[in-house]
């Protein structure tokens, strides 16, 4: 699977915009990028997933650029229970191999939101 | 929907001993996974299961380190004996399918809580 690489630590506003960058140059067309975030003490929760195309949920926007090397994830109003770590995986589509689209999770950017 | 279940929720024990984690899944899903996290760290794969056949544990310690799931539904991780480095936050996921043409449509994952065990 291709690697991400994000900044480990970031702040935001409360009721602002949080922009989460991630960068994963060497991903291959078969790749998706994926989002989980991690609240304290909590298991992972997935937030969107993207091939190529933005993507919009109720909980988050997906921008990824034209070239797929580079992507961001976008809480519109961030709020305190945002607090949290958020993880770029990129990962494999299909079922084949050994893989089985199996999540690898690096280190994440520490999201804090202030009051 | 009944979410990813996992008992107990912490576990201290001393090294060499023996310990033993459990997870219930959602319902109705096949695939379980188990993850090990370290402090500061992401969760690493340590074993995935697809109904009750192992379909990935390349990254299990098979010296010391077991799982089983008996009748594709709950599932046991097991350490024999402990080392100070396993430490960790240990998390059951589990999803609805890795194969078939909605593989991505269901194959979003849900944790549990995790286990967090302490070696002394």
């Known amino acids: 699977d291709a690697k991400t690489t994000q900044p480990p630590s970031m702040d935001c506003a409360e009721g602002r915009a949080a922009n989460l960058p991630c960068n994963h140059s060497?991903?291959?067309?078969?790749?998706?990028v994926y989002w989980y975030r991690q609240i304290h003490s909590q298991g992972p929760q997935y937030i969107i997933h993207?091939?190529?195309n933005n993507e919009t949920n109720e909980m988050a926007s997906l921008i990824i650029t034209e070239d797929r090397k580079s992507s961001t994830l976008i809480l519109p109003h961030a709020t305190l229970r945002d607090t949290a770590v958020y993880y770029c995986?990129?990962?494999?589509?299909?079922?084949?191999?050994?893989?089985?689209?199996?999540?690898?999770f690096g280190q994440g950017t520490i999201l804090t939101v202030h009051p | 929907e009944a979410g990813v279940a996992q008992s107990p929720r912490y576990k201290i024990i001393e090294k060499r001993q023996s310990v033993a984690f459990w997870c219930n899944p959602i319902s109705g899903h096949a695939t379980l996974y188990w993850y090990q996290q370290i402090l500061g760290q992401g969760p690493k794969l340590l074993i995935q299961f697809q109904n009750n056949g192992v379909v990935d544990d390349s990254q299990l310690p098979k010296d010391r380190f077991s799982a089983e799931r008996l009748k594709g539904v709950d599932s046991t991780l097991k350490i024999q004996p402990a080392k100070l480095e396993d430490s960790a936050v240990y998390l059951c996921?589990?999803?609805?399918?890795?194969?078939?043409?909605?593989?991505?449509?269901?194959?979003?994952?849900?944790f549990g809580p995790g286990t967090r065990l302490t070696v002394l």
């Open positions: 060497t991903i291959s067309g078969n790749e998706y």
């Open positions: 995986i990129v990962r494999v589509a299909s079922a084949g191999g050994t893989s089985y689209g199996k999540l690898t």
């Open positions: 996921a589990s999803s609805r399918r890795t194969s078939g043409r909605e593989w991505l449509v269901d194959n979003e994952q849900f």
């Open positions: 993207g091939l190529k």
